[in-house]
Every structure is written in structure tokens, then in C-alpha cells.
């Protein structure tokens, strides 16, 4: 069974960190795409994961067999984000798969959509920095130790310095 590389990351990105970012993503994209993977899933939080779920449809008019799901938690999870971040996400949800994990909110839901979406994957593109918060950190290294292979977009030594991310 075909298995999903999965996006994790920080929540809040700056603007400008979400531009600088977006090479490194377009890069890590593509390098999933020519080891022939074809589906991305990600929990359809703002931040990171608006930016990779875009991202990975600006590759679909190339690639127009890939598929990206997104794993929502529950209906109206996003009431309390900007109109903006909501309108993208509603751009984004247009051209996915998607479905919710639960009907309403409740203690633990974000930790166990975040385990059901490193289950379904085989590879894990991720945002770690300085701000990342613990519940972030404790899905990766989640993935980590069940055997996922991940990357850092963070980690200017394996993606190289540039001017933006030398300064974080």
C-alpha cells in the first residue's frame, strides 16, 4: 500500500519566513516526486502546513497525478484564525482530498490526528526550529522513532545557509 510523505511544523511563520521557505519546500517536494511518491498529507493547520499543502498544488499542474489530503480535526477548527489564513485554506481544500479526523473538539484530538498522519507516512518534511512548541516536537520525534525518514527544512547544514535563514 502507497504510503505519504506528511508536512509537520511550526504554526507561526512570519511572512517572510514563509517566503524563504518556500524554495526549500519546492525542493523537497521534488525530490519526494522523482523517488516516486505521489501523496502528501498534512493536518491543514496555518503555518507550515498551508504553506506545503500550496506548495505541493503549485506541482499538480506538473505532476498532475499527485494528490494532497489533509487530515482535518474536527468542523470549524479554524474560527478563531484570520480571515486570510482561513480563505487559503478553503483555496487549498478545493483541490484535496480531505477529511475530518473527529466531530467536535476534545482533549488530545491535534496528538492523535498528528499520530494517525505519521502512520500513514513514509516520509516526513518538517519545520524544527528554535520556536517550534513541545507538541510539534513530540510528533517528530514520533516519526523518528518509528522509522520515518525525515527532513529538516530548518537545519541550514544539510539545506544550506542562505541570507534569511543564517539570521534565525
Known sequence: MAKACTFIGNRDLSLNEQWALRPRLQQAILNYLNAGGYFFACGGSYGFDLVAAEEVLNFK?????????????YPHYTSRWTMEDQQRLQQVMQYSIY??????????????????????SNYCIYYSDSKTAPYTQ???????????????????????????????
Open 99 to 120: 477529511r475530518y479526523s473527529y466531530s467536535a473538539y476534545r482533549k488530545g484530538i491535534y496528538s492523535e490526528r498528528n499520530q494517525q498522519l505519521i502512520d500513514g
Open 61 to 73: 499542474q506538473y505532476y498532475p497525478y499527485i494528490q494532497m489530503i489533509l487530515l482535518l480535526p
Open 138 to 168: 513530540s510528533i517528530i520525534d514520533y516519526a523518528i522513532d518509528n522509522g520515518i525518514w525525515t527532513t529538516n527544512l530548518a537545519d541550514n547544514l544539510l539545506w544550506g545557509a542562505d541570507d534569511y535563514f543564517e539570521h534565525l
